[in-house]
């Protein structure tokens, strides 16, 4: 029996809610919907993708990049900055406590080589893709039983 391989068109429609899809790669986002999702913004380079969160007012220390199988987890607190208490506010737009977001990723990226760097309250993660495998010949040495 032969089977035959065909390429499917990923179309919008195929594409989850809350999901970035582009060449191998696809994000979904499963944030916590009980904590402040901060503003993300996800794009591809020849070298990998790259997820910038906006994080102003928080410091490194109150950041934690976690990798977990195929999900990338970011979470953390920012600290509330307030006028004090007997000030009286004639607009307060500004979110403090707690965030989270996650991404499950599926596709040619190596998690395990990810980098982030927050600078001036933006959070870059760089996850750098994997080379394509397919048709790539690879030469699997015979061994001798002695050779085990």
């Known amino acids: 029996m032969s089977r035959s391989t065909r390429k499917r068109i990923v179309t919008d429609t195929d594409i989850p809610p809350r999901a970035c899809a582009f ?10 919907e009980t904590a402040h999702s901060p503003p993300s913004d996800v794009h591809e380079t020849p070298e990998g993708v790259v997820i910038r969160m906006e994080l102003p007012g928080v410091s490194r220390g109150n950041v934690d990049v976690r990798v977990r199988g195929s999900r990338i987890e970011v979470f953390g607190e920012k600290p509330p900055d307030t006028a004090g208490e007997d000030a009286s506010y004639l607009c307060l737009e500004r979110r403090f406590g707690r965030f989270h977001r996650a991404f499950d990723v599926a596709g040619s990226v190596n998690l395990n080589r990810m980098t982030a760097v927050l600078k001036e309250g933006v959070l870059v993660l760089f996850l750098p893709k994997v080379s394509e495998r397919r048709g790539r010949e690879l030469r699997v040495p015979i061994l001798s039983e002695e050779e085990k």
């Open 23 to 32: 060449g191998q790669v696809m994000l979904v986002d499963i944030s916590d």
